[in-house]
T-cell receptor, first 111, second 112 residues
Framework: DAKTTQPTSMDCAEGRAANLPCNHS???????VYWYRQIHSQGPQYIIH???NNETNEMASLIITEDRKSSTLILPHATLRDTAVYYC????????????FGTGTRLTIIP | GAVVSQHPSWVICKSGTSVKIECRSL??????MFWYRQFPKQSLMLMAT?????????EQGVEKDKFLINHASLTLSTLTVTSAHPEDSSFYIC????????FGSGTRLTVV
């Protein structure tokens, strides 16, 4: 699976959009980009995934660049409960491959 | 949606004793379960992959005789930390597929 690179930490004001970048310059054509988050002392929670089109669900939006070398997770109206570590993972065979976590981005929502 | 139940949520045990952690898929059959360990301020580290009815596959550096994994049914996998020591104190998390990767809520193990 392709290596992903994320900033170590970010702050965002409550109510504003939180934009979390992820670099995956070596991603292959069959690898999807998955985002998970882990709130303190809980198990990771699935957020969203995409291949090449932008995706949106009730939690977030995922913007993938045309060359697929990077993506941005957008939390449109961040709340204090969005404070967590966010992981970007490139994976080609969801459910059958080992899910390997990098260091992620620690997002802190500021009141 | 898919739910994975993990028990206990926290446990304190004495050094030298064994602790069993259970991971159950409540509304789906989990042919594969993954076990992770997470130390404070670190990311999740995969320990092993277990497939129902077969032996677990351990990641490099994980002692299979210390961390016993049993996946005897399609809805239950257990991790037993044998002869636990303080350095085994950690947050243990399971995950189940094939419905994506649904994670349990984790077990915080403290060995005293």
């Amino acid at each position: 699976d392709a290596k992903t690179t994320q900033p170590t930490s970010m702050d965002c004001a409550e109510g504003r959009a939180a934009n979390l970048p992820c670099n995956h310059s070596t991603i292959s054509g069959n690898e999807y980009v998955y985002w998970y988050r882990q709130i303190h002392s809980q198990g990771p929670q699935y957020i969203i995934h995409g291949l090449k089109n932008n995706e949106t669900n009730e939690m977030a939006s995922l913007i993938i660049t045309e060359d697929r070398k990077s993506s941005t997770l957008i939390l449109p109206h961040a709340t204090l409960r969005d404070t967590a570590v966010y992981y970007c993972i490139a994976l080609s065979n969801f459910g059958n491959e080992k899910l390997t976590f990098g260091t992620g981005t620690r997002l802190t929502i500021i009141p | 949606g898919a739910v994975v139940s993990q028990h206990p949520s926290w446990v304190i045990c004495k050094s030298g004793t064994s602790v069993k952690i259970e991971c159950r898929s409540l509304d789906f059959q989990a042919t594969t379960m993954f076990w992770y360990r997470q130390f404070p301020k670190q990311s999740l580290m995969l320990m092993a992959t277990s497939n129902e009815g077969s032996k677990a596959t351990y990641e490099q550096g994980v002692e299979k005789d210390k961390f016993l994994i049993n996946h005897a049914s399609l809805t239950l996998s257990t991790l037993t930390v044998t002869s636990a020591h303080p350095e085994d104190s950690s947050f243990y998390i399971c995950s189940a597929s094939p419905i994506g990767y649904t994670f349990g809520s984790g077990t915080r193990l403290t060995v005293v």
